[in-house]
């Protein structure tokens, strides 16, 4: 292909002005091939006699015309050679997955037209496919010949003036079809020169002839129209050079990817992703819940909700209590608590509660869809059946290395990876399977299972009894600073040493390192979600002993306001009017759970964050330093020998951000402030985890990649967004706010807030309507319509796996029989074998048998050789392979027989005639 | 945009973010990408389109290619010449292939001239051997690589004649899961 490419391009540079109208008339006969051909597809004839017309046509036209238009023949058809098979085959590419790619009409025609020729000579399906291609291409190119004629026809007459309507209707399809090239164009594989000519030319064909098309009235609104097209792609194109400047540390990572590879990478991606969700959550919180309050509700101080009681006020301002979100940190905007439970504030009346309520839930709405959108566009982008293993060394071989590095010592590592995995598959391949010792394995196996979940168990206990402890130490007063913080510091202590412990315990099984990681994340993953949820467990039994004491505190604040105005009454008996209201800051308050269960996640959090950023430093930083400069001075080599350098540890810190994230997840209904922090947290981490990598971590032993396509972290955020969603659901649902904080106080219900809005501002049709629609026959009529579509849905993607399957099974066949007949030219093939057995010895015996001859291909129906025993297959094989002996002339070819006269043999020993269709021997 | 302007006229840029996928940015960067290869031969301005030529040397010392195995075969796939030696052009059009945005089925096209390395349209047993043996920088036995060679023929070998077509080639590699680059 480059060579004819080259000629053409020669013809390029040699007769520019020749070169102009080759191009311009390629365009145009694509441009025509859409319309004329619509027509044509389907009735070949008349597109013949009308190409009789045409030529006619020609013969009118000036010999200029003629001349011209001989040598575009002339032309195009290196053109047509060098370049329209790269679509052609392209095209059919795409159509084998199904998917018509947008490189446009062109592609179309000609399959369209393809198919009606296949339609025709179907029967010599499979032995005229080249011959085929050729006589569309033949085709194809008559017609666009005498498009291009019709093409400068109506260009002539264009200059005239004279234009009817089919001509408009067609050049208008031109127009469009150079629209759609110009838009297409990069996914041309054209050498750039060229690219950049065609382009040329099809934007001027496109601004000189959009402003004719239209008449009279339709002509403005249509020139309008072309102008704010243009308008609009500017703007788009404009915008997209926006939007891709936008896109923050694209740099930062691609550094990252060029000296670690593409998984490293992936993790600062997902970090970003990340980032970006964080702060659409962040903007609803701050901008629909924290910054109203601030601006409009009452201010600090007014209501004893939103002051520090008196006891605690002495220390309020302390270094050490600010940090543990305490003091004025616990009264504050960030948490639960400080919220009023008025219905509307300010001037705006702004309904605060409602807000709080819908933002809580839509940010666990934007979540799901953000999440589950993104798995869906990764596995649409994936190959699909990445799965099985058709083409291991091939994949291995063109799609390991990656393209993405760019650093020595990486690109060392990937050399050494690539050798291994390759001497890894030979051998798999020379002995599928060592069975050396698989009960030692099996009982290893076991045995590290055993002692993992022995692991979760102790850890889960752990924890339980950690806060547990934990409630008993709030009763009493000086504390240490270890016991204040026991909790959080065991948590994130289990968090470091788990996934060791479990790295040395997965030793133990010598699974292949790919699977190996995927158990380790998976259990990593258990630790820390049994970590949470036990956590979650003992959070529910302290809110429990809350809500249960919180009714006698209730009674005991009644009576002690009661108490406080009797009180100023009998000592200032000579005061009138309402005695002055007690001070916010004294009186009894209830324990509000609602702001303790948010301060418990943002404590987790914050030293979550301390912990990770402290590993880095002491673990990367401090060791990298270590072993760098102690180096000079030290009995053994540290750089290549124990302590090394730190690799980037990609599953582990994408599960440490996951499960953040399922904190931050569970703990913003209760402490809006988290996202913020989340957000700076991420913020930070993404510097400071590059800055770390880059000075402190050396490319993995083992580099693999990254493939787009690994939706397994999606699904870990999928789980934990689930099951973050669960608790914060159940008690919107069903457990009663604290009567004195936040903005629910006083209902019986969260929810309730959603159903006094709909009672009290709403016209009283929708309260009606909205309660319907809450009936709950209705609501398990339509779960139920629900179950139905999922499992209709989940039937049809199963059919169309099923064929997938069958048609996948069916190439393979397909394969293994063309295989069989052409690579061993003796033939492996039992028909033919027994062909040309037979054929000479009955030619210089003249002998037949018979049955011998029955006896062979009743074998050859009973199992043919080299094909996997299929389904359904035998019978259909077997017709197949008969229809495929006979078809092709080819296989038949190398057989070497004498083509001498054949001695008059009986007949009935000629297997050839017995086979029925297939092309008698030759005489 | 003052003094960028000088580079390229705003329709070249136009052209180049129709032909590419790349924005005006990056067409920019990648630009100066080219230039600071040989700032002595390549002037900076680009309007009247000078025909100018960096040879494979520098082209193939930069770092995104510099520990690529295949970086020679990019190089002549993508220059004009056939020979390493890039124009401009050349460059963008090398880079937009290589770039994220690009569709599968052209870095499939782009692939398979790649490892097609004696330019006959066929990926044959002498080319997976080349193939493999700059993979693994020549670490494997003769008979593995045979071996390995003869798996990928076997695999992905759709009609049978005993070397990857182009079709061979997209068919096989648009379904892996790695095919990103």
């Not at chain 1, 005498?146 to 209707?169: F, H, I, Q, V």
């Not at chain 1, 150079?178 to 496109?206: G, H, S, T």
């Amino acid at each position: 292909m480059p060579k004819k490419s080259d000629t053409a391009r020669k013809l390029e540079d040699v007769g520019i002005d020749i070169d102009g109208e080759v191009e311009s008339a390629e365009e145009d006969k694509k441009a025509k091939g859409k319309g004329a051909k619509k027509t044509a597809a389907g009735k070949r004839g008349k597109a013949v006699t009308s190409e009789d017309g045409e030529d006619e046509d020609e013969d009118d036209e000036p010999p200029r015309g003629r001349r011209a238009a001989k040598k575009k023949k002339a032309a195009q058809a290196d053109e047509e050679d060098s370049d329209d098979d790269i679509p052609q085959r392209r095209c059919a590419g795409n159509r084998r997955r199904g998917k018509v790619r947008e490189s446009g009409g062109d592609g179309e025609n000609k399959k369209s037209g393809r198919k009606s020729k296949r339609g025709g000579n179907k029967k010599q399906k499979d032995k005229g496919k080249g011959k085929d291609k050729d006589n569309d291409k033949d085709s194809d190119k008559d017609e666009k010949k005498k498009k291009n004629s019709s093409g400068d026809d109506s260009k002539s007459d264009e200059e005239e003036e004279s234009m009817s309507e089919g001509e408009m209707a067609k050049l208008m399809e031109e127009v469009e079809e150079k629209k759609k090239l110009i838009a297409n164009i990069r996914n041309k594989p054209w050498r750039m020169k060229r690219r950049l000519k065609v382009l040329k030319e099809a934007q001027q064909f496109v601004d000189k002839f959009e402003g004719a098309l239209g008449k009279g009235k339709g002509r403005k609104l249509y020139a309008y129209k072309v102008m704010m097209m243009k308008k609009w792609i500017k703007f788009q194109r404009d915008f997209e050079n926006f939007r891709t400047s936008c896109i923050p540390w694209e740099r930062k990572i691609k550094e990252v990817e060029s000296h670690f590879g593409s998984s490293v990478a992936s993790y600062f991606i997902f970090l970003r992703w990340m980032y970006g969700m964080n702060l659409v959550l962040f903007g609803l919180t701050f901008g629909l819940v924290v910054i109203p309050e601030v601006l409009m509700g009452l201010p600090y101080g007014s209501i004893p909700r939103k002051t520090v009681p008196r006891p605690e006020q002495a220390t309020a301002m302390d270094y050490s209590v600010l940090t543990d979100f305490n003091g004025y940190c616990k009264y504050s905007v960030l948490f639960y608590g400080y919220y009023n439970n008025q219905r509307t504030i300010g001037f705006l009346k702004f309904r605060l509660p409602l807000s709080y309520l819908l933002v809580g839930i839509g940010s666990f709405g934007y979540s799901l869809m953000v999440v589950i959108r993104t798995m869906a566009k990764n596995a649409d982008v994936g190959g699909g059946d990445g799965e099985d293993s058709e083409f291991t060394f091939a994949w291995k071989m063109f799609t390991s290395w990656d393209y993405l590095i760019g650093n020595a010592e990486t690109a060392d590592n990937k050399f050494a990876s690539i050798t291994t995995s390759f001497k890894e598959s030979i051998v798999d391949e020379q002995e599928n399977q060592k069975d050396e010792n698989i009960h030692l394995r099996r009982f290893l196996r076991v045995l590290a299972n055993f002692l993992i979940t022995c692991t979760l168990g102790g850890s889960g206990y752990l924890i339980y009894f950690v806060v547990k402890r934990s409630q008993e130490f709030a009763n009493m007063d000086n504390l240490s600073w270890y016991e204040k913080n026991e909790m959080e510091i065991i948590m994130s202590l289990l968090g470091l040493v788990g996934p060791m412990l479990f790295e040395t315990i997965a030793e133990l099984e010598e699974y292949h390192p790919r699977i190996a990681l995927k158990w380790q994340l998976g259990r990593i993953f258990a630790l820390f979600l049994g970590n949470l949820y036990t956590f979650l467990l003992a959070l529910f039994d302290e809110v429990n002993s809350k809500l249960a004491e919180e009714d006698s505190i209730k009674n005991a604040s009644i009576w002690f306001v009661k108490e406080y105005y009797a009180n100023f009454s009998a000592n200032n008996p000579n005061y009138t009017g309402t005695p002055p209201p007690l001070d916010p800051s004294d009186g009894i308050r209830g324990p509000c759970w609602e702001t303790a269960v948010g301060l418990e996640f943002v404590k987790l959090t914050i030293s979550d964050i301390q912990v990770t950023y402290l590993t880095i430093l002491i673990g990367d930083f401090l060791r990298a330093l270590i072993v760098r400069f102690l180096n000079y001075c030290w009995c053994w080599d540290l750089e290549a020998g124990w302590p090394s350098y730190g690799e980037f540890d990609i599953s582990g810190n994408v599960l440490g951000l996951v499960f953040n994230q399922g904190m931050i997840w569970m703990g913003a209904f209760y402490a809006p402030g988290l996202v913020g922090i989340n957000v700076l947290r991420l913020l930070s981490s993404m510097y400071y985890q590059c800055w770390a990598v880059m000075a402190c971590n050396v490319p993995h032993e083992r580099v693999f990649k990254a493939s787009k396509s690994n939706n397994f972290y999606m699904g870990l955020l999928l789980l934990i967004l689930f099951l973050s969603l669960l608790p914060v659901v159940y008690t919107i649902m069903t457990l009663p706010p604290s009567f004195d904080c936040g903005p629910f106080s006083g209902k019986a219900k969260m929810i309730d807030i959603v159903m006094e809005t709909i009672d009290m501002d709403l016209p009283a049709f929708m309260g009606t309507i909205l309660g319907y629609l809450a009936n709950p026959g209705l609501i398990i009529a339509a779960v139920l319509l629900m179950v139905l579509a999922i499992y209709y849905l989940n039937s049809v993607s199963q059919a169309y796996q099923n064929a997938n399957m069958e048609l996948k099974k069916k190439m393979q066949m397909a394969r293994d029989e063309d295989k069989n007949r052409r690579n061993n030219k003796d033939s492996t093939n039992q028909v033919m074998k027994d062909l040309e057995d037979l054929l000479p010895k009955n030619a210089q015996t003249s002998h037949a048998h018979p049955e011998k001859n029955a006896e062979k291909r009743h074998d050859q129906g009973g199992k043919s050789p080299k094909v996997k025993p299929g389904s359904a297959g035998n019978d259909v094989r077997l017709q197949k392979d008969v229809s495929l002996a006979s078809a092709n002339p080819n296989a038949r070819g190398p057989v070497t027989r004498a083509p001498g006269p054949r001695g008059p043999g009986p007949l009935p020993g000629q297997p050839g005639a017995g086979r029925g269709q297939g092309p008698p021997p030759r005489r | 945009m003052g003094n960028k302007q000088t580079i390229f006229t705003s329709q070249q840029l136009d052209a180049y973010q129709d032909c590419t996928y790349f924005t005006r940015k990056e067409i920019l960067r990648l630009f100066h990408r080219y230039r600071d290869l040989a700032p002595q031969l390549v002037p900076l301005d680009y309007t009247t389109g000078p025909d100018v030529r960096l040879p494979y040397e520098l082209i193939g010392s930069m770092p995104e290619l510099k520990d690529n195995p295949f970086r020679q075969r990019i190089a002549e796939v993508f220059s004009e010449d056939g020979e390493g030696n890039m124009t401009l052009d050349d460059f963008l059009d090398m880079f937009s292939v290589l770039s994220e945005m690009a569709p599968r089925d052209l870095k499939a096209y782009y692939a398979f001239r790649i490892y097609d390395f004696n330019n006959d349209d066929f990926i044959c047993k002498s080319d997976l051997e080349k193939t493999l043996n700059r993979l693994t920088r020549n670490e494997l036995t003769e008979d593995e690589v045979r071996m390995v060679c003869e798996k990928v023929i076997d695999e992905a070998d759709l009609d049978n004649d005993g070397r990857l077509s182009l079709e061979d080639f997209q068919h096989m590699i648009v379904r892996a899961p790695d095919f990103l680059r």
